[in-house]
């Protein structure tokens, strides 16, 4: 049987960092993964590199920027180790970036960049590994046994520990080793775990080959899309994009992670443009046709797409009617079905196209200064684990390290 101080299940992003944490405030840690590569995630992330953090989350309150029964658990652990912690990382360890959009840093190079600052800062902590090896059983054990946990392990024998902090992600892309063990071990532990979901996913719909949508894969184009009623309502400019089952690209992503099963999301097509006014106000005496006027008044819409809409909304036998000929009430509905296209998702591509997993183990049973668990003493959650979501842009990984960060500093 072997000893150690902290054990940490999972080396992502989040269980690599609180390992170089509490390594090097001199803790012994091993650090256990069940596939033979560490941080797989951080190597497929941000087109191969790495969207490792936002720059908007060291101004105001973080927590608008992530989704969970208590967005405000985020604040502390985030105000304590902040992008710019993060970003002087990198900076130490001599790794370039730059800021692509909204805020959203990336390597230059390669997300390799980053496994490989965490592989250093773990081997700064002496930090022990093990890959290809799973945990069979987790037993608690008396208080006078001089340990609190006991881990059985598929290749590394029976481990004794102090602290044993989770950090098995979510469940998306299982063919990268995602599992659900950590919420089985929030279970095992009297843990609640809030219903499960896949998040920043794309969008599928029931009759989208039968209604001709697919033909237009690979069209794509700014947008406002928009999701939820009244104070629950949430909008997102960004760009979207066709594809052959649904609708995707970074707009799409994002409100999925709000998209409840069941309801409708509405997509304004020309966001900067009030079609209503315009095709009301600039019919008056004008000889041009339909379809022509509103290429000039939304030039930013594919004409592609406007034709289908045109046919899908049964607006195509206007199309060639002269603009000044058509009723208010006509251009008023065809405007709505641009500026304010609703649709109803039949659901989503699932896990295996999320990039996370909206739910976890509930926020509310941790303390948001250690991340120990309020049931177990000794037993800490990080990173994706917990019921903790955040927006397409950085924000995921800055919550696994800020959270790593506090129970590296805990344990
Ligand atoms: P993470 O998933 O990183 O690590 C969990 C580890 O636990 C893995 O190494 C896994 O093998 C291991 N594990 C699982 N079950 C186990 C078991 N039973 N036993 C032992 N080990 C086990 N975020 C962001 O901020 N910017 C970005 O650019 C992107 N891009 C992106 C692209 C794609 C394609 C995906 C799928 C995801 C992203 N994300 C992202 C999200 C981000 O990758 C994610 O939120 C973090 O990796 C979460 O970090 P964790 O450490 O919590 O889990």
Redesign the pocket.
């Known amino acids: 049987m072997s000893q150690t101080h902290t054990l940490i299940?999972?080396?992502?992003?989040?269980?690599m960092m609180a390992a170089a944490v509490a390594g090097q405030r001199g803790a012994s840690v091993l650090l256990?993964?069940?596939?033979s590569k560490?941080?797989?995630?951080?190597r497929?992330?941000?087109g191969g590199r790495?969207?490792?953090t936002n720059v908007a989350l060291d101004g105001g309150d973080a927590s608008k920027y992530f989704i969970s029964q208590n967005p405000r658990f985020v604040r502390p652990a985030l105000a304590h180790y902040t992008a710019k912690d993060f970003v002087q990382l990198l900076k130490m360890h001599r790794v370039t970036f730059h800021e692509k959009h909204k805020g959203q840093l990336f390597c230059d190079d390669s997300a390799n960049d980053v496994i490989d600052v965490l592989r250093a800062e773990c081997a700064a902590g002496k930090v022990e590994w093990r890959t290809n090896?799973?945990?069979k059983n987790i037993r608690l054990l008396n208080e006078d046994s001089g340990a609190r946990f006991e881990v059985d392990t598929s290749t590394a024998g029976v481990w004794r520990c102090q602290n044993l902090i989770i950090?098995?992600?979510?469940l998306?892309?299982p063919a990268?080793?995602?599992?659900g063990?950590?919420y089985e071990v929030a279970r095992q532990f009297g843990h609640t775990v809030t219903e499960l979901s896949p998040g920043l996913v794309p969008l599928t719909f029931g009759n989208w080959a039968q209604d001709g949508w697919n033909a237009l894969a690979g069209v794509a184009l700014p947008v406002r899309v928009s999701a939820g009623e009244g104070k629950k309502a949430m909008a997102f400019d960004e760009d979207f994009l066709i594809s052959h089952k649904g609708l995707t690209g970074p707009a799409i992503l994002q409100i999925s992670n709000y998209w409840q099963q069941g309801e409708s999301i509405r997509v304004n097509l020309c966001p900067d443009v009030d079609l209503e006014k315009a095709l009301r106000q600039g019919k008056v005496g004008s000889r041009m046709q339909l379809d022509t006027a509103l290429t000039q008044l939304a030039p930013n819409l594919p004409k592609r797409l406007l034709q289908h809409s045109f046919e899908q909304a049964a607006f195509a036998p206007y199309a060639k009617h002269k603009w000044a000929d058509v009723s208010d009430k006509v251009l008023r509905e065809l405007a709505a079905s641009l500026n304010a296209w609703t649709l109803k998702p039949s659901g989503t591509e699932g896990y295996k196209k999320?990039?996370?997993t909206r739910g976890g183990v509930a926020v509310k049973e941790i303390n948001n200064q250690t991340m120990e668990s309020r049931l177990q003493k000794g037993l800490y959650f990080?990173?994706?684990?917990m019921d903790v979501t955040?927006w397409l842009?950085?924000?995921?990984?800055?919550?696994?390290w800020a959270s790593?960060m506090a129970a590296g500093m805990a344990v």
Do not use: L, M, R
Not at 38 to 42: N, R, V, W, Y
Not at 167 to 170: P, V
Not at 382 to 385: A, D, K, L, R, S
């Open positions: 299940i999972g080396a992502g992003a989040a269980g256990i993964d069940h596939s560490i941080g797989e995630k951080i497929i992330s941000g790495c969207n490792f090896c799973a945990v950090a098995t992600g979510g998306s892309v990268i080793g995602a599992t063990f950590g999320a990039e996370v990080i990173g994706e684990v955040g842009g950085g924000y995921n990984f800055q919550w696994a790593g």
